[in-house]
């Protein structure tokens, strides 16, 4: 075998080792990578109340109710809902029927105090005509 | 004759004929090839650099929730791609300078680096603008925004390595640093983050209106195109700069040997200072 060989044999088995070895760290490390919790992840997981979370997930339809700068929502992942209060203001794409992100603290299982709503955007775009067709459709 | 050597025969007889790869390694067939397509490339460039951005600034619908801001994403998804590409483009041609030792691949490599960076940073920074009125944060430590953040880092750290320290480390490190490919294309999907997942580089149709993706599609090539013309441009002056360092390196020790001093040692110290 000349040197270039064992060279390629070398690195790219180190590599493929290093590979692996980050696949398997990346999968262990999973629960402690993710940016929100959904609200039923949140049933099953027991989170200090002083303990700052995120939650993510859509805003109910029609649950949303406003007094001065406090809005009160309920937050759903289809499955399960989680109150939520926020005084602040709130981001322009937030709407009911939006993807948002609370950071906040859970006060108990079902009433999360938010400090920062951000909204989150899904993938889709199209012109606002387009929107309204497929709308009235 | 059976068919298989007649196959051989015939694979044997245009070996001749094709330039092999190592031909294509060889700098003077570098210089040809720079000065053939240079022109052609600046000019689509500048070609489809003009109608994206028409298409993406004016002539294209605002979004049905973000309005005007989604003009943003046709300057940041088309760079995210390039910043993706050019540190793919990194890796390789460390690949090739660790195992057949090419000094070419190294000076591809160093000439792609800053590309990429400007790249990355081209993305962060539209990202953060379009984040502030649609997320309400310039920025968030998600998993998508804190690996692209990682991948600036990676090409910082391959450039001071290759220019302070070791290129062949440098290399190494680029290889390592190539896990962090997969990592920012699979984040959305794997994690929760507040990135939004993929609209275009997805399987099934893409989540992006048809009167949409052409600005995108035309951005993107003017992106590439800059890519290739600048770093034509750089590989080359890299190659012209190193040959200018060589000739004069042995000017020089000509000039020490004849004056009786330890020509070798000199020349040694003169080129780990002069060329870096």
Not at chain 1, 60 to 89: C, H, M, W
Not at chain 2, 69 to 77: E, F, G, N, P
Request: aromatic share 14%; net charge positive.
């Amino acid at each position: 075998m000349k040197p270039k060989h064992q060279r390629l044999v070398l690195i790219s088995g180190a590599l493929m080792g290093f590979g692996l070895a980050s696949f398997f760290i990346l999968t262990s490390l999973r629960d402690n990578l993710v940016f929100f919790y959904t609200p039923s992840e949140l049933q099953q997981k027991y989170i200090h109340r002083e303990k700052r979370i995120r939650v993510g997930g859509i805003v109910k339809p029609r649950s949303v109710k406003r007094e001065g700068e406090t809005a009160r929502f309920f937050l759903t992942d289809q499955k399960n809902t989680l109150k939520v209060i926020y005084s602040g203001i709130l981001p322009d794409l937030f709407r009911e029927g939006q993807g948002i992100v609370a950071e906040g603290y859970l006060q108990d299982p079902t009433l999360f105090r938010a400090e920062i709503v951000l909204a989150k955007h899904d993938e889709t775009y199209m012109p606002k005509e387009v929107a309204d067709r497929l709308k009235r459709e | 004759m059976s068919y298989t050597r007649l196959l051989f025969l015939r694979f044997k007889g245009r070996r001749k004929l094709l330039p092999s790869w190592h031909t294509l390694a060889r700098p003077r067939v570098f210089f040809k090839l720079a000065k053939a397509v240079l022109p052609l490339t600046f000019t689509l460039t500048g070609l489809l650099f003009a109608i994206g951005l028409y298409l993406g600034l004016v002539a294209s619908p605002a979004d049905y929730q973000q309005g005007e801001a989604v003009r943003i994403m046709y300057v940041h998804v088309p760079a995210s791609w390039m910043a993706l590409l050019v540190y793919g483009f990194l890796t390789l041609m460390s690949f090739f300078a660790l195992i057949w030792r090419h000094p070419l691949a190294e000076i591809f490599a160093i000439s792609a680096v800053p590309i990429g960076m400007v790249f990355t940073s081209l993305s962060l920074l539209t990202g953060a603008l379009w984040g502030k009125p649609m997320w309400g944060t310039f920025w968030e430590w998600d998993a998508r925004l804190t690996s692209v953040f990682i991948l600036f880092l990676l090409y910082g750290f391959y450039w001071i390595l290759y220019k302070t320290y070791s290129r062949r480390i440098a290399s190494y490190c680029a290889l390592v640093g190539a896990i962090n490919l997969p990592i920012v294309k699979g984040s959305v999907e794997w994690w929760n983050t507040l990135h939004q997942s993929a609209s275009v580089m997805k399987f099934g149709a893409p989540s992006l209106h048809s009167t949409m993706l052409p600005p995108l599609l035309f951005m993107a090539g003017a992106y590439f195109f800059y890519f290739i013309g600048v770093f034509i441009l750089r590989a080359r002056t890299e190659l012209r700069r190193r040959k200018v360092f060589s000739q004069r390196h042995c000017e020089r020790s000509e000039a020490t040997q004849s004056s009786g001093l330890p020509g070798s040692l000199r020349s040694l110290a003169m080129t780990k200072k002069s060329i870096s």
